[in-house]
């Protein structure tokens, strides 16, 4: 119901979300300010029970030569010779480093086609960290990696199925820290049932003793496609551990980034795909433009078939409307936190203040927004609100798309009211 009157309120529109799969791959304009890329590397070694990404077994890799071909010819069908420069690149998964010295190979492939501008991030999970493949990817030119621990606690793990020996994240994030990275996020969970104040207290101390600029927490949310033993906890219960993040955060000296993220002053921040537009490569990756949000097949067979007989990847593609992307910007940037004047005239050649002037001078009344030199910034009890929003968007829309998208015969349409 939320997610139907915020969508009437800020997209104007009563009519659903509509992803169609076509017969063929839509042109994708790249000329946007800031495009970023991401890279999905779907292969993992073990499957986590708790994790909604598209992932697979990546087994004996027999799968990962013929992946990363079809990687490189994606990459340079979609850049081609002539793109804007690349903010950034991150890679995501699945678990990007059983790619080896791939990635190495992919940065190229991307270097070939497009400056990139800005930093190069990946996601790292700790029994992958060692002295000589971190020296591989800084040669690489990989800048950032966030480090998927979740958390130090064996209880927690062991309720996330996940090994529950922590040195394993201590000796990986203490090799992550010193290693010259310009920023190292670890990610965390809140809300795993049975997991205390204390317990959250310690793992947001303990990432920043072992070298963390950045802290990533994310609210345990049970996918319906997922395998998890565990049950979600009350939001009630969630709001007292995101005080706790608060507090921890202030104690530690970091400066909250985004709704769920917390970095050291002065450093940079690591995010995948929370930018205004993205392209995305590889089996489930997305795409987001000025009108339209495309996502790949989530199939590592299907996707290497496609880029093998020279088609996108494709598998659903949604138009926005003018009024509808613009309210996805603003969605994603309160996100952020950061709604900024100069930055939506950039992308959109409006005003924002024209577009959205009721809705923020609402958000102003009700204390959830508050004035900035550029625009706005969500305050804590818009902070909050927003924590579950994003809830309620992440099960009405994002669960329903990978679910669908990932069935063994996905429809032709996917409709999100």
Same mark, same amino acid.
């Given at each position: ?10 997209? #104007?529109?009563? +009519? ?8 063929? *791959? ?26 909604? /990404? ?10 990962? &030569? ?6 490189? #010819? ?36 991307? +270097? ?5 501008? @800005? ?6 999970? &700790? ?18 990696? =966030? ?34 990275? =310009? ?17 959250? #207290? ?15 927490? /994310? ?37 909250? @980034? ?13 995010? *995948? ?85 009721? *809705?923020?001078?609402?958000? +102003? ?14 305050? @804590?009890?818009?902070? /909050? ?33």
């Amino acid at each position: 119901m939320l997610t139907t009157i915020l969508r009437a309120v800020l997209a #104007r529109s009563l +009519k659903p979300f509509v992803f169609e799969s076509t017969d063929h *791959s839509p042109a994708l304009d790249l000329d946007v300010p800031h495009l970023g890329a991401y890279v999905h590397i779907p292969f993992c070694e073990t499957l986590c029970p708790f994790c909604p /990404y598209y992932k697979v077994a990546y087994g004996d890799g027999s799968a990962m &030569p013929a992946y990363l071909d079809a990687l490189e #010819r994606e990459i340079a069908r979609v850049l081609g010779r002539s793109v804007t420069p690349l903010s950034s690149v991150y890679f995501g998964g699945g678990t990007p480093a059983l790619a080896g010295e791939g990635i190495g190979r992919i940065i190229r492939a991307i +270097k070939f086609h497009a400056e990139i501008a @800005g930093e190069i991030g990946l996601e790292l999970h &700790p029994r992958d960290v060692a002295e000589d493949f971190t020296t591989m990817l800084l040669d690489a030119g990989v800048t950032m990696v =966030s480090l998927g621990v979740q958390s130090f606690q064996p209880h927690s793990l062991a309720a996330l199925g996940r090994p529950t020996d922590p040195s394993i994240s201590v000796a990986a994030l203490g090799m992550l820290g010193t290693a010259g990275f =310009s920023a190292v996020d670890v990610d965390l969970i809140f809300g795993i049932p049975g997991q205390s104040d204390d317990d959250l #207290r310690r793992d947001f101390a303990r990432a920043v003793e072992l070298g963390a600029t950045q802290v990533s927490t /994310y609210p345990f949310i049970d996918f319906s496609y997922a395998s998890n033993r565990i049950k979600p906890v009350s939001e009630r219960r969630k709001q007292g551990l995101m005080s706790v993040l608060l507090k921890s955060a202030e104690e530690n000296g970091f400066t909250r @980034g985004s709704v769920w993220t917390f970095r050291r002053r002065g450093t940079p921040s690591y995010s *995948s795909i929370t930018r205004d537009d993205f392209v995305g490569f590889g089996a489930s990756a997305t795409t987001l433009l000025r009108d339209q949000f495309k996502v790949n097949t989530f199939d590592v067979d299907g996707y290497i078939s496609a880029v093998g007989n020279g088609r996108l990847p494709t598998a659903y593609t949604l138009r926005f409307s003018p009024r509808a992307r613009r309210a996805y910007w603003l969605f994603w940037s309160c996100y952020n936190m950061d709604i900024g004047r100069d930055r939506f005239s950039a992308f959109f050649g409006a005003e924002l203040d024209e577009e959205f002037g009721g *809705s923020l001078a609402l958000a +102003k009344a009700l204390g959830i927004m508050a004035p900035t030199a550029d625009g706005y910034t969500l305050t @804590g009890r818009g902070a /909050y609100w927003f924590h579950v929003i994003e809830q309620l968007y992440t099960h009405q829309y994002i669960d329903k798309t990978w679910r669908v998208a990932m069935s063994a015969t996905p429809p032709r349409r996917i409709m999100l009211w």
